[in-house]
Nanobody, 123 residues
Framework: QVQLVESGGGLVQAGGSLRLSCAAS????????MGWFRQAPGKEREFVAV????????YYADSVKGRFTISRDNAKNTVYLQMNSLKPEDTAVYYC????????????????WGQGTQVTVSS
């Protein structure tokens, strides 16, 4: 069975950093884009970042540009999200997703999802 498992979340002060990991199992995702989304209480799930199958192209939501970096290690079947200069508004559950069809900024276009990891940024 295909599984995506996020890790690396936690509590951090504003201005700090966290690195999230998403480990995939059950199949290889080396030939497919992978992305990160987040969802804060009472809000819709929003796009954060996506990376191409080769790792050569990445795209970010305006809210995280210049602060977050997505990367992947296809040999490990893992995708990462390095989050720097964190702000309280970054507080959310972060989800890893794989294999989008069509618009990669839309959550419903992804076929596989992890369970999420909580990121809390205090001021």
């Amino acid at each position: 069975q295909v599984q995506l498992v996020e890790s690396g979340g936690g509590l951090v002060q504003a201005g700090g950093s966290l690195r999230l990991s998403c480990a995939a199992s059950g199949r290889t995702f080396s030939n497919y884009p992978m992305g990160w989304f987040r969802q804060a209480p009472g809000k819709e799930r929003e796009f954060v970042a996506v990376i191409s199958w080769s790792g050569g192209s990445a795209y970010y939501a305006d809210s995280v540009k210049g602060r977050f970096t997505i990367s992947r290690d296809n040999a490990k079947n893992t995708v990462y999200l390095q989050m720097n200069s964190l702000k309280p508004e970054d507080t959310a559950v972060y989800y890893c997703a794989a294999d989008p069809d069509g618009d990669y900024t839309v959550s419903s276009h992804y076929d596989y999802w992890g369970q999420g990891t909580q990121v809390t940024v205090s001021s």
